[in-house]
């Protein structure tokens, strides 16, 4: 049995790391795109070292694993921009723990490593009677659903997933954006919506209403399109016409000026079936514009199904941009401010300066490759949050601090 890899003391990942993520590429694919100096490409643990340590492989100059790899980016269409600074180090994710390296990952086998989080925390939480007295609070700030866009936090990262939507919508492409549950994705998806009505854009959203996703078919979706588009057509009976009927109505809102967009919620419970349909009505054009485009928001399990063995999707998989929802790390404290902020109250009137890191702590997981990741997300950390201040209440403490938080998982747990 070879001996446990120990992580070197000081962890500063590259901003590679965060490339990978946004664009749902994988260790994997990545390293089999770049081939060393020993006639092999590099493996997992080759990329992981490089990606969270900066850890060159030691056979092959830097210059020409870095060269291969921007070929292998660009071949993924990822941005000059990003490129340009991928092999920077991402000092943000670095300073996590305020100099301190991540935790070790134990030894343990990765059949029980986990990337979810405890259930608990991915249930409603209630504020209880007592904390609301003891902190002088009216609401919830953690709990309370956004009541208009200003109530939406929009840092850099959820700013620029909000611009690719917005990029999609606009030159009809087929994206998706993919985070666990409690990242936000239906949240930067309202957001953005209220934009297009705020600013009056000419913008058509198809949402079909179906609650079972894996019922959807793709004679269904193409129903839902004509239905949506022509409430009182007659929908015609072939499949082949009915995708005929469903292309020239999106023609003639689009030769109208507007910009028609297929939206698919919780898309990753859809069927394979069902997603590989969407490639084929993606391919409406008028001349040589696309007429229709098309937006998943998904949890990673899409992602599993589109890298699904035999590789029934790989249509798809090819056509299809991906932008993930990131943890909030870096941004935690500037998200509670935000929060906070709506119910009139500043951080330091609730929490001391230490249990933003012990919140960072408890939201940590192993996945079955041997890393650490954060599980840093809104759903999570409103809820953490909210069991922290009813524990600080019981115990009559001015502020929740670090002990709190970890006692609050405990409980809660």
Same mark, same amino acid.
């Not at 659903?145 to 909000?162: K, N, T």
């Not at 001349?287 to 890298?307: S, Y």
């Given at each position: 049995m070879k001996p446990a890899y120990r992580r070197p %003391?000081?962890?500063?990942?590259?901003?590679?790391?965060?490339?990978?993520?946004?664009?749902g590429i994988t260790q994997t694919d990545l390293g089999a795109a770049v081939m060393q100096a020993i006639d092999e490409p590099m493996d997992k643990t080759a990329v992981n070292l490089l990606c969270n340590w900066a850890k060159w492989p030691k056979r092959t100059p830097e210059a020409v694993i870095r060269q291969q790899i921007?070929?292998?980016l660009r071949a993924k269409e990822v941005p000059e921009a990003e490129i340009a600074t991928?092999?920077? #180090?991402?000092?943000?994710?670095?300073?996590? !723990?305020?100099?301190?390296?991540?935790? =070790?990952?134990?030894? /343990?086998?990765? #059949? /029980?490593?986990? /990337? %979810?989080?405890?259930?608990?925390?991915?249930?409603?939480?209630m504020l209880t009677i007592q904390a609301k007295r003891h902190f002088k609070l009216m609401f919830?700030?953690?709990? =309370? $659903?956004?009541?208009? =866009?200003?109530? +939406?936090?929009?840092? $850099? %990262?959820? *700013?620029?997933?909000? #611009?690719?939507?917005v990029e999609a919508i606009q030159n009809a492409r087929m994206m998706a954006v993919v985070g666990e549950s409690g990242s936000g994705k239906s949240t930067i998806w309202e957001w953005v919506q209220d934009q297009v009505r705020e600013q009056k854009q000419p913008v058509h959203l198809i949402q079909p209403k179906v609650t079972d996703k894996a019922r959807l078919t793709g004679v269904g979706i193409l129903q839902a399109i004509v239905r949506d588009l022509e409430p009182h057509a007659k929908l015609r009976h072939s499949a082949e016409l009915l995708a005929r009927q469903a292309h020239e109505l999106i023609a003639d809102r689009v030769a109208e000026g507007q910009k028609c967009v297929l939206v698919f919620e919780e898309a990753h419970d859809m069927t394979v079936a069902a997603i590989k349909q969407l490639k084929r009505f993606h391919e409406f054009k008028l !001349?040589?514009?696309? /007429?229709?485009?098309?937006?998943?928001?998904?949890?990673?399990?899409?992602?599993?199904?589109?890298?699904?063995?035999?590789?029934?999707?790989?249509?798809?998989?090819?056509?299809?941009?991906? +932008?993930?929802?990131? @943890?909030?790390? =870096? $941004?935690?404290?500037a998200y509670a401010a935000h929060r906070l902020a709506r119910a009139g109250l500043k951080p330091d009137a609730l929490f001391a300066a230490d249990a933003w890191q012990a919140i960072r702590d408890v939201l940590r997981a192993s996945d079955g490759d041997g890393n650490v990741v954060s599980l840093c997300y809104p759903l999570l950390v409103g809820n953490l949050a909210t069991l922290a201040l009813n524990g600080a209440a019981?115990? !009559?403490? @001015?502020? +929740? $601090? *670090? !002990?709190?938080v970890f006692d609050a998982k405990k409980k809660g747990g």
């Open positions: %003391e000081h962890y500063m990942p590259l901003k590679l790391k965060k490339v990978l993520q946004r664009h921007e070929a292998a991928a092999f920077d #180090s991402d000092e943000e994710i670095g300073r996590l !723990g305020h100099g301190k390296h991540l935790a =070790a990952v134990p030894d /343990t086998p990765k #059949s /029980t490593q986990t /990337t %979810e989080p405890d259930p608990y925390l991915l249930e409603p939480v919830n700030p953690f709990g =309370a $659903d956004p009541q208009c =866009a200003d109530d +939406v936090y929009l840092g $850099d %990262e959820q *700013r620029y997933v909000a #611009s690719v939507i !001349g040589w514009k696309r /007429t229709l485009g098309i937006i998943l928001l998904a949890q990673p399990e899409l992602l599993r199904k589109l890298n699904a063995k035999g590789l029934e999707a790989r249509e798809v998989k090819n056509r299809l941009e991906v +932008v993930r929802m990131l @943890p909030l790390d =870096a $941004d935690l404290e019981e115990l !009559g403490a @001015p502020l +929740v $601090d *670090r !002990g709190i």
